[in-house]
């Protein structure tokens, strides 16, 4: 018999979480995500809204990032599928400081649609679930309050602005900085778990009348 040796790649793969949300399933990234990966992160809407998409953005550039994707002690980096498609990708990692920072991105076709929402929350619950972190930081572009609305329903709390060096724009620009909490995630979830369960008993209550 002879025993194959899985691939770096597919060893990352097993080695990372798959999370599925009503809509969305974030996964490790593919090198059959090249194509897809760089259409939608060619668009310089969206990499000029993020700190380390370069623009232009080639195939050559996604299949360095799928590369490199999980390869860092406390990095989970995931692309986001709907319907079986890539639409994006989300992560955490911990570049600076002690804190874990989480980055997400959609193609411009999915935006408006909640599923960077979904995502976060989603990458948010696996992090306070499986790690110790206190809290997780978050950042967004001061023109981009599309995503600032995005952290703030997810419970992150405005901390400040600072500049940061932008790849696809070669400057730096101003970002609101965020922080979510892990009591506060908490207290979240348990306030949205005694929502649903009203809900539920209130549909019941209906149901019976």
């Known amino acids: 018999m002879t025993l194959i040796e899985p691939t770096p790649e597919a060893f990352r793969e097993s080695c990372t979480p798959v999370l ?17 990966v760089a259409l939608l992160a060619a668009d310089r809407r969206v990499a000029e809204n993020t700190q380390y998409i370069p623009h232009p953005y080639s195939a ?12 860092r002690p406390g990095e989970t980096t995931l692309v986001i599928e709907h319907d079986g498609d890539v639409i994006g990708g989300c992560s955490f990692d911990i570049r600076n400081g002690i804190e874990p920072e989480i980055g997400y991105w959609l193609g411009v076709p999915f935006w408006g649609q909640g599923f960077a929402t979904e995502a976060v929350r989603a990458l948010i619950d696996h992090l306070f679930e499986t790690t110790e972190h206190a809290a997780v930081q978050g950042g967004a572009r001061v023109s ?11 419970g992150f709390q405005w901390t400040g602005v600072a500049l ?4 696809a724009i070669s400057s730096s620009a101003p970002c609101d900085r965020f922080r979510l909490e892990r009591r506060v995630w908490t207290s979240l979830k348990s306030w949205g778990a005694a929502r649903s369960r009203d809900s539920h008993a209130s549909d019941g209550a209906r149901a019976v009348a």
Do not use: F, G, H
Request: one cysteine or more; charged letters at 35%.
């Open 20 to 36: 599925a949300t009503d809509r969305l399933v974030l996964r490790a990234p593919r090198r059959e995500d090249v194509k897809a």
């Open 60 to 71: 050559a550039d996604a299949e360095q990032w799928i590369a490199a994707a999980n390869t």
């Open 164 to 167: 940061y060096r932008m790849r």
């Open 144 to 154: 981009n309050a599309a995503s600032r609305r995005v952290l703030e329903k997810c």
